[in-house]
T-cell receptor, first 113, second 113 residues
Framework: DAGVIQSPRHEVTEMGQEVTLRCKPI?????LFWYRQTMMRGLELLIY????????DSGMPEDRFSAKMPNASFSTLKIQPSEPRDSAVYFC???????????FGPGTRLTVL | AQSVTQLGSHVSVSEGALVLLRCNYS??????LFWYVQYPNQGLQLLLK??????LVKGINGFEAEFKKSETSFHLTKPSAHMSDAAEYFC???????????FGTGTRLLVSP
C-alpha cells in the first residue's frame, strides 16, 4: 500500500507569492492532519479533518493560511501571500479513524525568500 | 493544557549501549502517550503508544517505554543501541485520544561505533 503522498517535496518561492501544498492520504483513512515543523517551534498541529470536515483549525497561524479537503483522497494547504517566516517543513498525516494511529507523509520543505 | 518536555536535545551513546530518552508530560486527564521516530528527510513513524492499558509498552525495533503516573514520565529505552537507531525521537501527548497530539521538541540520538 502506498503511504501518505505529499507534493511537491520541495518548494522555493518569493515573498508574496501563493503557495499550495498537496496531500493524498492513505486510501480508506478518514482523518487527515496538517502539521508544520520549524526549529523554533517544533512540530505543531495546524488543522485536522474527519470525513472531509474540518474539526479543529485552532493551530492555523493566521488568515493567510487555509486548508481544504474536497474529497476523501485529496487535501490542500494554501498560503497566500507567503512570508519568509512561513519557511518550514509541512507534514500531512492520515489515520484510519479518530481512534487510530496517525501515519505521516514525507513532508514538503517550503522556503520563502 | 497538555504539554510534553523532552530532556536533552541531543543524546550520544556508543553502539551496544543502553538508550534512554526522557519524556515528561502534563495533562489534566489520563493521557494517551506516543513515541515517534524521524529519520533524515522522512516523515514521522510511530514507535509505540500508551493508551491506558499495560504500563510497559513494547514497540518496534526493540524499543519500549514505561508509563509512570506518579512521575508523569514516559521514558523510551532500548537495551542495546544500533547504528541504525540514529535519528530524532519525538514524544507526544494527547488528551483527546489519537486526534490532537502535542509533540515535544525532539531528542536527536547519535550512535557512535
Amino acid at each position: 500500500d502506498a503511504g501518505v503522498i505529499q507534493s511537491p517535496r520541495h518548494e522555493v518561492t518569493e515573498m508574496g507569492q501563493e503557495v499550495t501544498l498537496r496531500c493524498k492520504p492513505i486510501s480508506g483513512h478518514n482523518s487527515l492532519f496538517w502539521y508544520r515543523q520549524t526549529m523554533m517551534r517544533g512540530l505543531e498541529l495546524l488543522i485536522y479533518f474527519n470525513n472531509n470536515v474540518p474539526i479543529d483549525d485552532s493551530g492555523m497561524p493566521e488568515d493567510r493560511f487555509s486548508a481544504k479537503m474536497p474529497n476523501a483522497s485529496f487535501s490542500t494547504l494554501k498560503i497566500q501571500p507567503s512570508e519568509p517566516r512561513d519557511s518550514a517543513v509541512y507534514f500531512c498525516a492520515s489515520s484510519p479513524d479518530r481512534t487510530d494511529t496517525q501515519y505521516f507523509g514525507p513532508g514538503t520543505r517550503l522556503t520563502v525568500l | 493544557a497538555q504539554s510534553v518536555t523532552q530532556l536533552g536535545s541531543h543524546v550520544s551513546v556508543s553502539e551496544g549501549a543502553l538508550v534512554l530518552l526522557r519524556c515528561n508530560y502534563s495533562s489534566s486527564v489520563p493521557p494517551y502517550l506516543f513515541w515517534y521516530v524521524q529519520y533524515p528527510n522522512q516523515g514521522l513513524q510511530l514507535l509505540l503508544k500508551y493508551t491506558s492499558a499495560a504500563t510497559l509498552v513494547k514497540g518496534i525495533n526493540g524499543f519500549e517505554a514505561e508509563f509512570k503516573k506518579s512521575e508523569t514520565s514516559f521514558h523510551l529505552t532500548k537495551p542495546s543501541a544500533h547504528m541504525s537507531d540514529a535519528a530524532e525521537y519525538f514524544c507526544a501527548v494527547s488528551d483527546q485520544g489519537f486526534q490532537k497530539l502535542v509533540f515535544g521538541t525532539g531528542t536527536r540520538l547519535l550512535v557512535s561505533p
